[in-house]
């Protein structure tokens, strides 16, 4: 209970601040969105789903509130079926792209300590999962980020 409230707390601070929030949430997602759409979507600020872990159904949740999918190596691994999945509804204008470094290197160099120079792998199979070519999934990310961050 406490984490919930303290994640309220966060919630409030950075919405007075008017900044974007980046949550990561594992095994907590009906309690992450259940919070984030009481506290959070009302205000139309940008969220970013980091490392994005979620399958189908989180994935709508999260779009349906406005909310930006990140996706990290996970997405390259060929058990992360329901990731893959996720990662072939998000429209263009609301994906991003991560490392999680040093965590969760992509396919082909998994098992080692994943880098930032890795994100390209992430890329790469993202575009393949989606049907679209590397550099226009590259282009989307940039735009995404810069709009996110006013840049």
């Known amino acids: 209970e406490v984490q919930r409230t303290v994640f309220v707390c966060q919630l409030d601070l950075a919405r ?3 900044k974007p929030v980046i949550i990561h ?3 907590a997602w009906q ?8 506290h959070w979507a009302p205000a ?4 970013i789903m980091h490392c994005f872990s ?8 999260c779009l349906d509130m406005g909310f930006y999918l990140s996706f990290a190596g996970v997405v390259t691994f060929p058990k992360a079926v329901r990731v893959q999945q996720a990662a072939r509804l998000a429209p263009a204008d609301r994906l991003l792209v991560e490392t999680d ?4 290197a992509p396919v082909p160099v998994r098992g ?3 880098e930032p120079a890795y994100v390209v792998h992430t890329a790469r199979r993202l575009a393949e999962l989606r049907g679209e070519g590397a550099d226009g ?4 990310v940039v735009s995404n980020f810069r709009r996110l961050f006013g840049l």
């Open 112 to 114: 080692r300590r994943n």
């Open 31 to 38: 309690d992450t969105l259940r919070i984030l759409r009481a």
């Open 16 to 18: 007075q601040a008017r």
């Open 137 to 140: 999934l590259a282009a989307a």
């Open 54 to 61: 979620g399958g189908p159904e989180e994935a709508r949740q």
């Open 25 to 27: 949430t594992r095994d």
């Open 101 to 104: 470094a040093p965590y969760l």
């Open 44 to 47: 139309g600020l940008p969220c």
